[in-house]
């Protein structure tokens, strides 16, 4: 069983809305940001995907206004079979559900819209200690992902406050960010300005490592039109196979030797090695 997880950031559920379903099409799981939807209209989600269950959060600007701005949902395939129970996350930029299945290790899937240049660094570091809380206390018997919006590029030589935060939560958490892996299909950039001077990798879905494991494709869509959204979709198809409990291959896979941290082992192992050798 095949397991598709999309991420992107729409720039507002009420455009391009063929594009959207089409996406749809292609998702099992799916997290959006920037819906622009408020508690008056949200219903325009629902009726749009009609096959899936949605679960969602709304900015805190467009709670008392006309015009939606922000908001993050994550849209479950009714056809899954998963049951699934809304973790009320009370937040305006992060959303949270966890999925259960007979058979399968249950699945957590946190959906986050962090904060752009226009906030400071401090308000994004907040908002970004709660997606790690919420990780932190579902990781512990659940296989949890995160995907959506970071609005910071782990990938440039000079990393941020913000990117460092990231990239030491993924390497304590032995998380691989899917748009860095290697297969991945289409271009190294998730946001691009209209005349293309400006392309970062802002988009993610993190997912532990031992996911990695046999997936069948990744990409980076790169067929969204600028006039629907300056964002591409993220895309991973994962095997679901890896979440039977029934198997070997979860228990399995969960002892494999992480690659990413095969350096820091060897060097723990050396220094305890020399430790003992001091001692005599």
Same mark, same amino acid.
């Given at each position: 069983?095949?397991?598709?997880?999309?991420?992107?950031?729409?720039?507002?559920?009420?455009?391009?809305?063929?594009?959207?379903?089409?996406?749809?099409?292609?998702?099992?799981?799916?997290?959006?940001?920037?819906?622009?939807?408020?508690?008056?209209?949200?219903?325009?989600?629902?009726?749009?995907?009609?096959?899936?269950?949605?679960?969602?959060?709304? #900015?805190?600007?467009?709670?008392?206004?006309?015009?939606?701005?922000?908001?993050?949902?994550?849209?479950?395939?009714?056809?899954?079979?998963?049951?699934?129970?809304?973790?009320?996350?009370?937040?305006?930029?992060?959303?949270?559900?966890?999925?259960?299945?007979?058979?399968?290790?249950?699945?957590?899937?946190?959906?986050?819209?962090?904060?752009?240049?226009?906030?400071?660094?401090?308000?994004?570091?907040?908002?970004?200690?709660?997606?790690?809380?919420?990780?932190?206390?579902?990781?512990?018997?659940?296989?949890?992902?995160?995907?959506?919006?970071?609005?910071?590029?782990?990938?440039?030589?000079?990393?941020?406050?913000?990117?460092?935060?990231?990239?030491?939560?993924?390497?304590?958490?032995?998380?691989s960010p899917v748009p860095?892996? #290697?297969?991945?299909?289409?271009?190294?950039?998730?946001?691009?300005s209209k005349d293309m001077?400006?392309?970062?990798?802002?988009?993610?879905?993190?997912?532990?490592?031992?996911?990695?494991?046999?997936?069948?494709?990744?990409?980076?869509?790169?067929?969204?039109?600028?006039?629907?959204?300056?964002?591409?979709?993220?895309?991973?198809?994962?095997?679901?196979?890896?979440?039977?409990?029934?198997?070997?291959?979860?228990?399995?896979?969960?002892?494999?030797?992480?690659?990413?941290?095969?350096?820091?082992?060897?060097?723990?192992?050396?220094?305890?090695?020399?430790?003992?050798?001091?001692?005599?």
């Amino acid at each position: 069983m095949l397991l598709r997880i999309t991420t992107w950031n729409m720039r507002g559920a009420m455009y391009g809305t063929s594009y959207f379903e089409n996406l749809l099409n292609d998702s099992d799981i799916c997290i959006v940001t920037e819906h622009w939807l408020n508690r008056n209209n949200i219903t325009f989600l629902y009726e749009l995907a009609n096959d899936f269950r949605v679960f969602s959060c709304f #900015s805190s600007c467009s709670v008392n206004s006309n015009r939606g701005s922000g908001g993050v949902a994550i849209l479950v395939r009714k056809k899954l079979g998963f049951k699934t129970h809304n973790l009320f996350v009370d937040n305006d930029r992060i959303c949270a559900v966890k999925l259960s299945k007979h058979g399968y290790e249950s699945l957590c899937i946190i959906g986050t819209l962090l904060p752009s240049t226009n906030h400071s660094t401090e308000e994004y570091l907040q908002y970004f200690q709660t997606v790690c809380s919420i990780y932190d206390r579902m990781s512990v018997d659940c296989v949890t992902v995160i995907g959506g919006d970071f609005n910071t590029d782990i990938t440039v030589t000079s990393l941020s406050s913000k990117s460092k935060n990231v990239m030491n939560f993924m390497t304590k958490n032995n998380l691989s960010p899917v748009p860095l892996m #290697s297969g991945r299909k289409g271009p190294d950039f998730t946001f691009r300005s209209k005349d293309m001077t400006r392309k970062t990798m802002i988009d993610y879905i993190f997912i532990p490592e031992f996911f990695c494991n046999g997936f069948k494709n990744l990409e980076v869509r790169n067929d969204c039109p600028f006039n629907v959204s300056d964002h591409y979709p993220v895309l991973i198809i994962l095997d679901m196979n890896l979440l039977c409990n029934t198997s070997n291959k979860f228990h399995l896979y969960r002892k494999v030797l992480m690659w990413s941290r095969c350096d820091e082992w060897g060097e723990e192992i050396l220094s305890n090695r020399t430790r003992q050798i001091t001692k005599f």
